[in-house]
């Protein structure tokens, strides 16, 4: 059989099954390691996986890429990031590692409150080329598919501009983005102390608003909740997310950040596809997700990102039985990191995980927290054919390396984008 | 005048200046930034830093670089690596995550003696091949300058071929390679309960030939030891350092990574040149630090690596008036990192320092703990052009911004190596 492209010659080929879904507590870490490995590649997508003896027999390729020696795994799936935002916030930082405290800071200027500021001012062109660089990034720390959020414009034409900003960043480059619709970040500073009608602006304004949108590009929007105390209670985040669903979002929660409010149990009620951050996730909300479908997605870089020093309980969620993602929060304020490579090194240093755990979470669940299990995030036949070549032949030098870039060769729906 | 190289309209050239030695106590994290500055270089050294317009005015150059709005600085320094190493150990990474004890690592052949006997068994072309690509990623992520040790040979010919692969890795790539000898680096297997045995044997064989070596290449030789709990105490810290001394060479110390046993006060009476790890530093020895000559070198890397929450106190040892500076200790044990903008970005977040501290800690005073203080470190007339372009306007995003790479161009001794 004739297909475009074959990959031959891999020490390791790491298929990272899905397990009819993802892969779930003690199972975490099914690599299903193909040595001396193979993939072939038809129109974007895989058409087969094995021994490159096996392959090269089988199929005649356009092109081929002798990955001599090295590994190769999936591209790394991103579900949790907060591109797009315009400018940065390298001032605060230094401002916090002089002793400045939150309201010293805030008071300065500082907080998400300033990113709402410039995105609100960024055209919708400023928007897209200030996060280009941040994308590109991505891709060459081997990332080929990241999800996207509104956020930081909590009003309804800068929401809406950064709907807009994150399809022209689509269409612009290659990583392919999943577009997530969070007017419910913070209640913005003109709103102050009136949450509850802000969260009744978003339910009777922003929410259609982002209906609208959905109708227009055609494309199922996530909606999401910042789920925290001093933010968002549960009781706010069910109304909004109740309301989002009827109007056809899917669903997404921020939850238990800093104290654990329930909004993990929430999520799953809700059939969320995800809960995002679940650092003080309550035994009982550990226990919902091994009984329900909601992925527990861990952020790492966010304690790391403020020196702090508790994480994800990832080997509760996975005794639980629950179904364990990692993801960068890549943003201004809290951590600004593209790499899911330093996702994989957190992970295993401070949440527990193996290598092989934190690669497929960071690959095979991943990709079901942003409901593209079936499409990508695995090296099985039929998935989209996004593959990374790794600078080296184990892939357990992923984690256990930090700080560089293993990444050599990036294909992106079967076509070579990196290396 | 006629110049070789006119780097022009950086945003900010970090100029980062010598205080007559390197930046000590509360006068660490003076940038001495030039906004809009330009840098003319000639025979590899700079001949003049200023503004862009000024340079302009009384320059001509061969070759120009239009830094566009971005940020330059000094090429990085790292005063701590232990390359040349051969091998890896991530399966020995996997077994820690996997909730393995120390022993059972041991009892599997990991630890220290596990790469000993690799770097034993590589001949000298296997040895120098391993290491290059390591070279090439502290290149790339903007380090002109490191020092290299032996300590994974621990008997005469292996500790001979890491120094002679040093002199090799050094002719091959553009990063400057700075020498130490540590035959006391830990006890080997075959010395196992002779730990006095062992020093003696470094004391008349290990030194002497260090010294010969000295005398054949025509360099100077660092002699360092690991002074630690269980491997070597003070008392034979000091026999060994003080015959080194005798037989020329300068002296580094590693000390208090686990206990503080006096390391740090020994190498300040002494007159060693750094000490470094310095993470249980007891209060007497950082006082010792204020008063003498000796570089304190942090580490960051190195609890990161192992997960562990306690960190050089930066803090004390710059109150006391001491010297800090920062270094990778990239070695395949506890830390696998080339980047020293991994290790800023650490140091900002678990040392408490500001990204101007941090930056002069990787430069200026990096360089005067490898002796180097006055050839390299900062981008002052004289000095040797080691100069780095960020891909950013702003040196604050150094340390804010982690996981990949804002070094867009480095040049080396005058010409352009990376971009």
Known sequence: MQVDLLIHSASQVCVVPAHDGPQRGSRL??????????????????????????????????????????????????????????????????????????????????????????????????????????????????????????????????????????????????????????????????????????????????????????????????????????????AQTRAILTRAAELGFRLKVHADEFEGLGGTRLAVELGAVSADHLVKTPDEDIAALGQGDTIAVGLPGTPFGLAEDEYTPAKAILAAGGALALASDCNPGTTWNESMQMVIALGCRYMGLTQAQALAAATINAAYAIGRGDEVGSLEAGKQADILILDTADYRQLGYRYGTNLVQTVVKSGSLVVG
């Open 29 to 234: 870490g099914d690599l299903g390691i193909i040595e001396d490995g193979a993939i072939a590649v038809k129109d974007g997508k895989i058409v087969a996986v094995g021994k490159t003896a096996v392959l090269q027999q089988k199929f005649t390729a356009d092109h081929t890429i002798n990955a001599n020696g090295r590994c190769v795994t999936p591209g790394f799936v991103d579900p949790h990031t907060h591109i797009p935002w315009y400018g940065d916030r390298a001032n605060e930082f230094e401002m916090r590692l002089g002793g400045a405290s939150y309201m010293e800071i805030m008071a300065a200027g500082g907080g998400i409150m300033s990113t709402v500021r410039n995105t609100r001012q960024a055209s919708l062109d400023e928007l897209v080329a200030d996060n280009l660089p941040r994308l590109e990034r991505m891709l060459r720390w081997g990332t080929t598919s990241a999800e996207t959020k509104t956020g930081y414009g909590l009003e309804k034409a800068a929401e809406l501009k950064q709907l807009d900003a994150m399809v022209e960043l689509n269409r612009q480059q290659p990583v392919e983005l999943t577009y997530t619709f969070l007017p419910a970040h913070a209640v913005p500073a003109e709103w102050n102390g009136r949450t509850d009608d802000y969260v009744q602006y978003v339910i009777t304004d922003l929410l259609p608003a982002g209906a609208d949108w959905m109708e227009k590009h055609n494309v199922t929007l996530f909606c999401d909740v910042f789920c925290e105390a001093g933010v968002f209670d549960v």
